[in-house]
Nanobody, 124 residues
Framework: QVQLVESGGGLVQAGGSLRLSCAAS????????MGWFRQAPGKEREFVAR????????YYADSVKGRFTISRDSAKNTVYLQMNSLKPEDTAVYYC?????????????????WGQGTQVTVSS
């Protein structure tokens, strides 16, 4: 069982930056690939980024590539999402998720554990 708690959301102007954190409980953090997803009002939840167990492989949705960076700190059992050059269309609830599998997957059904989400609002 893994519990995930996101933090770092808030209100920011377009062009600004935020860093989201996701703290994981337990001593098995290194056994999970981690992902970030987001859900905007009236839309389905969508994949944002993923990082492998070791942190050596990352993958991004085209919509955030070059602006967002996912990273992890195994000593702190935490995964981060650095978001730069934010746009109003980035407004959403952001969720972190843990995946026991090793294959690169972007569909939410492949992830085993989810956090409660943190709101990010980007004003124009």
């Amino acid at each position: 069982q893994v519990q995930l708690v996101e933090s770092g959301g808030g209100l920011v102007q377009a062009g600004g930056s935020l860093r989201l954190s996701c703290a994981a409980s337990g001593r098995t953090f290194s056994k999970y690939a981690m992902g970030w997803f987001r859900q905007a009002p009236g839309k389905e939840r969508e994949f944002v980024a993923r990082i492998s167990r070791s942190g050596g492989i990352t993958y991004y949705a085209d919509s955030v590539k070059g602006r967002f960076t996912i990273s992890r700190d195994s000593a702190k059992n935490t995964v981060y999402l650095q978001m730069n050059s934010l746009k109003p269309e980035d407004t959403a609830v952001y969720y972190c998720a843990a995946d026991r599998g090793v294959q690169l997957v972007t569909r939410e059904g492949a992830y085993d554990y989810w956090g409660q989400g943190t709101q990010v609002t980007v004003s124009s």
